[in-house]
């Protein structure tokens, strides 16, 4: 009787880890694009027209080191720009198990008129991240 309850114990831990770790990777088909979803942006609060805006960018790109950032893509107007990033699967069969991360990926702008410049980052369920600098 003892072996019968391990054993079903063995099979319930099994299939709860396994659960864990499919739910929680992103459902990409390899080598599709998918819009990565970003934490946090950091960017200078005020900066003079003429110099570089850098924008600083974390999140999690996906569960394996197969998940890998590959653009920025990009509108770009007068006092605004909205950015989205992509990424994709590379669709190896041995990922190495960690998380892939953007760690402040930067994106350069610089802005052609003073005042306040908004960015928006666009997110995977249709929201967008925004921040903005003053251009002097």
């Known amino acids: 009787m003892r072996g019968f309850f391990r054993t079903v114990a063995a099979i319930t831990i099994f299939v709860s880890v396994a659960s864990a770790c499919k739910s929680k990777a992103p459902n ?11 934490d946090s942006l950091r960017v200078a609060k005020t900066i003079a027209l003429g110099d570089t805006l850098t924008c600083r960018f974390w999140g999690v790109i996906g569960p394996d080191l197969c998940y890998q950032f590959l653009r920025f893509g990009v509108e770009e107007g007068a006092d ?4 989205t990033l992509w990424g994709r699967h590379t ?3 041995v990922c190495a198990m960690a998380l892939s991360e953007l760690r402040g990926r930067e994106y350069h702008h610089v802005p052609v008129r003073r005042g306040t410049f908004r960015i928006f980052v666009h ?5 967008a991240l925004k921040d903005s600098v003053r251009v002097e």
């Open 28 to 38: 990409h088909p390899s080598g599709d694009p998918f819009i990565i979803r970003v």
């Open 80 to 83: 605004r720009i909205d950015l």
């Open 91 to 93: 669709g190896d069969a």
């Open 123 to 127: 997110q995977p369920d249709g929201s």
